[in-house]
């Protein structure tokens, strides 16, 4: 009762990251809120995955196993979760803004009644008072997220209807080990009890996935260019340096929606979030909706033509110049020096 919940997002076979990073966060809230931090994993062939997920703290583990929840379909998952949490009554429920997160999240809110903010940057405990009621509300869940496009940060409040639920992008959250040793318990669910055979009449007969044409999350080192690289043609220069640097070529939305590159190399508040140890940024201008997607790189090398350019001041190093002109030289000396 009122504990954390957080849906652990199955793909393949294996948990997805952004779980991981739910967990790591739910774990850091539930010292806060003094309360157990629960899991809740649907699927086939679950047993070992505990091994995985107690690490990060988690005090319960809800096994949802049946040959017809894998893979992901939604009427039978979205009444186990709504049942279970019918159940148990978490305080809070997290889950990833996935396109599984985005599908099931809506659904199990509206079920329950007690609404959803998407896409999370943070999540924070603090009290909220409301002054024409002289009302306080102690311990609720901050929901920080960005609005309007990105020019102001909202923080939004669930006073009254539980659970407080929020989706939050894979990225944003730091993955951290709370501790190796930490042991929890694993409560099987009867799978009958909580979803009725109506449930699975549509069957999946035959699924296809698109794989990933880039890393960009992974990657060590990324490349970004903006609007200022000036065309897909000089953006070949960025995948040259990548290829060299062993990174991956990333971009601002200016970029993509100018058409030089890509959409699934968009980094930004409306994109990827990555955090690698060097991030070279080229004609880029660093508005605020691009920068809340790569200000924890370890280094960040900003070449841009504007020396005022906002970028510039989170940059460790800035280079003044054109990217067609300053990218062929750091190829030529890189490749002069690691001869």
């Known amino acids: 009762m009122n504990n954390i919940c957080v849906y652990c997002e199955l793909e393949e076979g294996k948990i997805s990251d952004v ?11 539930a010292t806060q809120l003094k309360c157990q931090l629960e899991a809740l994993l649907i699927g086939h062939n679950l047993e070992g995955f505990e091994k995985e997920i107690f690490p990060y703290g988690v005090d319960v583990l809800y096994t949802a196993d049946d040959a017809r929840l894998s893979p992901y379909s939604t009427l039978p998952h979205t009444e186990l979760t709504v049942n279970l949490f019918k159940e148990t009554k978490p305080q809070i429920a997290l889950m990833g803004a996935t396109s599984i997160g985005r599908d099931l999240g809506p659904r199990v809110s509206s079920a329950l009644g007690s609404g959803l903010t998407a896409d999370c940057t943070e ?14 509300y102690k311990d609720l869940l901050l929901q920080i997220r960005p609005a309007f ?27 951290n080990i709370f501790n ?57 220069l960025l995948h040259n340096l ?3 640097l062993g990174g991956e070529v990333g971009a601002s939305r200016a970029a993509v ?39 924890e790189s370890s280094l960040i090398i900003s070449i841009n033509s504007d020396p005022n350019a906002p970028i510039n001041k989170i940059a460790n190093y800035v280079i003044a110049g054109k990217v067609e002109t300053v990218i062929p030289k750091m190829i030529r000396y890189y490749k002069e020096n690691t001869k």
């Open 242 to 244: 990548a290829a060299m």
């Open 123 to 136: 999540l924070e405990i603090g009290d909220h008072e409301e002054k024409k009621e002289k009302k306080v």
């Open 19 to 29: 779980s991981f990073e739910l967990l790591s966060k739910g774990r850091s809230l």
């Open 180 to 236: 190796p040793n930490h042991k929890g318990k694993v409560v099987k669910l009867d799978v009958k009890k909580y979803v009725p055979e109506e449930c699975f009449i549509v069957k999946i007969l035959e699924r296809h996935i698109e794989k990933q044409k880039s890393n960009i999350k992974n990657a060590p080192v990324i490349v970004a260019g903006g609007f200022g690289v000036g065309s897909a043609e000089n953006f070949k």
């Open 257 to 295: 929606d100018a058409g030089y590159v890509e959409h699934d190399r968009q980094i930004g508040q409306t994109g990827i979030t990555v955090r690698p140890k060097l991030y070279i940024a080229c004609g880029i201008s660093g508005q605020i909706q691009h920068l809340a997607g790569m200000q």
């Open 149 to 175: 496009g990105g020019n102001i940060i909202a923080t939004i409040i669930n006073p009254d209807c539980r659970p407080q639920m929020a989706t939050v992008r894979e990225g944003v959250m730091k993955k």
